[in-house]
């Protein structure tokens, strides 16, 4: 028997169409700078050494395209790639494991690399069958003995009924807590139309969901792992906390962040040291995975915490506002996934500079250049003073 997977056709003939092109945008933006008399001869070899970097990956893209691909045998396994070929005999892969974009052939001495395998290939679902039937599904023996682990654990339950049910309880809890922060994050992003009850509830979630997680002794995990049989909460810990960041972003122009920074840095802080100083908490530094969730611990202590106090700072802000007037010298727009509405403003009140101002679109419409803009200085709940154009 021999089987060979390569991209599929689709994606080959995307590749091709599509490489090229963003090579000769490269191109053109890696001459471009040496045709400016204004730039910097250093400058301009800084920009095209860059994007020469990148037509060099693109390169590599199209000659994988050709000469990629993945060969089963009755034996062993081959992956064929730009620079080598690497061979797994069958009798020495442990298994296979799967994520959402590879397949994974595992071998049994550590000291050999795995195969991973696009799942950009043509029949991928065949692939995965043929792995299915003829190897160990790793990701379903890691599930099944991490429970097993968690039924034989006596913290969660006198006796393994006790602790099944425990375990039942925990997924139905943390599946509903979970769907609620979603539901709470999504409505504050996209309609913001009760928003001191929402992001009072987009602050109180990651809360709750760390009481949750500190009553469950172990049982229930803060980050996602896959394969995992513990139930998680990394849904109400990240995504609420999101959703008070972009808030905070897209809502106030900060006039000085001088008083941002202390009580950010505490609020960040004071989780890092709750969560590393808990027993259940164990990290293993010889795991990716590892790193992956000190990463997603740092950036959630980040956005909570600069959410947080923007948001809060407006919020319970009960001080009146200092209103000043001023001139719109330009406006435009910014697009991308969202649309982003911009005044050019001239100086008012403590800004001695012209500066873009981001508005509602229903501001930006009714306004053109020459007329003015009433600006609503505020001091700020924790000092962090903040601005608002109203109309």
């Known amino acids: 028997m021999r089987q060979e997977y390569k991209i599929a056709k689709g994606w080959a003939i995307f590749i091709w169409i599509f ?15 040496f045709m400016n008399e204004d730039n910097s001869l250093g400058s301009s070899i800084a920009i095209l050494l860059f994007c020469l970097g990148f037509e060099f990956l693109m390169i590599l893209g199209l000659i994988d395209t050709i000469k990629g691909k993945l060969i089963i045998e009755n034996d062993t396994i081959t992956s064929v790639g730009v620079f080598k070929t690497k061979t797994l005999e069958i009798k020495n892969v442990k298994g ?19 195969i991973k395998v696009s799942s950009y290939v043509g029949d991928f679902d065949q692939l995965v ?70 992001i009072i509830a987009c602050a109180a979630l990651p809360m709750i969901g760390y009481l949750i997680y500190k009553s469950s002794n172990g049982l229930i995990k803060l980050d996602e792992s896959p394969n995992s049989a513990h139930p ?40 890092g040291f709750l969560i590393m100083i808990d027993s259940s908490f164990k990290l293993d530094l010889k795991k990716g995975m590892t790193y992956l969730t000190i990463t997603g611990l740092l950036l ?28 719109i010298l330009d406006k435009h727009e910014s697009s991308g996934k969202t649309t982003t509405y911009y005044l050019k403003l001239g100086e008012w009140g403590p800004q001695t500079e012209i500066e873009d101002v ?10 053109v250049i020459g007329d003015s803009a009433t600006v609503f200085f505020n001091h700020g709940f924790y000092k962090i003073p903040y601005y608002l154009i109203i109309e």
Do not use: C
């Open 358 to 367: 981001s508005v509602s679109r229903d501001i930006y419409d009714s306004k």
């Open 300 to 327: 959630f202590g980040s956005l909570y915490a600069y959410g947080f106090l923007i948001t809060t700072n407006f919020i319970f802000d009960k001080s009146e506002p200092t209103v000043y007037r001023s001139v």
């Open 129 to 198: 069958v043929w792995a299915d039937s003829n190897l160990v599904n790793i990701d379903q023996v890691e599930f099944v003995d991490e429970k097993k682990q968690i039924l034989e654990n006596e913290n969660f339950g006198r006796t393994s009924e006790e602790r099944e049910d425990r375990l039942a309880s925990a997924l139905k809890l943390t599946k509903i807590v979970n769907i609620i922060s979603w539901i709470v994050a999504l409505s504050t992003f996209f309609y913001p139309h009760y928003y001191k009850i929402q």
């Open 232 to 271: 998680n909460l990394f849904s109400t810990i990240f995504i609420p906390s999101a959703a008070l960041a972009l808030r905070g972003l897209l809502d106030f122009t900060i006039f000085d962040y001088s008083n941002l920074w202390k009580p950010a840095g505490l609020i960040f802080l004071f989780f």
């Open 96 to 114: 296979f494991k799967q994520d959402q974009n590879y397949l994974y052939f595992i071998p049994s001495n550590t000291s050999d690399k795995r």
């Open 19 to 33: 490489l090229p092109f963003l090579m000769a945008l490269f191109g053109w933006v890696g001459i471009m700078p």
